[in-house]
């Protein structure tokens, strides 16, 4: 059964926030917001479940999930290598919406997808999303929307699109824009810009002069 919290209230806040942890080890899916956009996430180091967020979107394993984490201190966890590039991205713009591509260690046992040895890490700023994080770990996550339809910037527009694909629905009310995240290449020599994002270029440059910009 799919269940969604209106997490305006305190009370259906903390029950959410337990029941959508309960569902995350149990391998199911659940919708969280972010600072950009509504997301679907599943435990990251679930095969099965990552396997289902992507079937959940009609999407292929040539495009992997990135993952989302509560903490700086979780990307050296997960990454091979952090560039100080990279540390200063971090310091520059987490939490919010620049998602970072790095070599991940080779010792995780996870299957995101067609990665060739990478990962898209990102920490959100959205405090629900956060206490989500925190209870489970890392989230391979994707916006939660069907592949090539608007990602939604409201619980109720991914619900019609996911519907009961999802076991838990956490509805943060309406997001603050419908601009993904920016998303920067660090597993290279040079520092290369993705996806441009809800980050201006400019901002990005300023930390890191280097960053190409195809």
């Known amino acids: 059964m799919t269940l969604r919290f209106d997490c305006s209230d305190p009370s259906a806040r903390a029950d959410g926030l337990k029941e959508a942890a309960a569902a995350v080890r149990r391998g199911e899916l659940v919708v969280v917001p972010t600072d950009t956009v509504y997301g679907v996430a599943a435990d990251a180091f679930d095969p099965k479940a990552v396997a289902a967020l992507l079937a ?50 080779a010792s995780l046992d996870w299957d995101l997808g067609e990665t060739g040895g990478t990962v898209a890490v990102r920490m959100p700023d959205h405090p629900l999303t956060l206490d989500l994080l925190a209870a489970t770990g890392p989230l ?15 619980c109720e527009a991914a619900r019609a699109m996911l519907g009961d694909a999802v076991a838990v629905y956490l509805d943060g009310g309406r997001t603050a824009g419908a601009v993904s995240s920016s998303i920067v290449d660090l597993s290279g020599d040079v520092p290369v810009l993705v996806r441009d994002g809800v980050l201006p270029v400019a901002d990005l440059r300023a930390v890191v002069p280097d960053l190409v910009v195809p």
């Open 56 to 105: 959940a979107k009609g999407r292929g394993r040539h495009k992997p999930s990135p993952v989302l984490v509560d903490s700086p201190d979780a990307l050296r966890e997960l990454a091979d290598e952090v560039p100080d590039a990279a540390r200063a991205l971090v310091d520059a713009f987490w939490p919010g919406g620049l998602t970072l591509v790095v070599r991940h260690r």
């Open 140 to 154: 391979a996550v994707s916006s939660a929307n069907l592949t090539d339809r608007p990602s939604p910037q409201d």
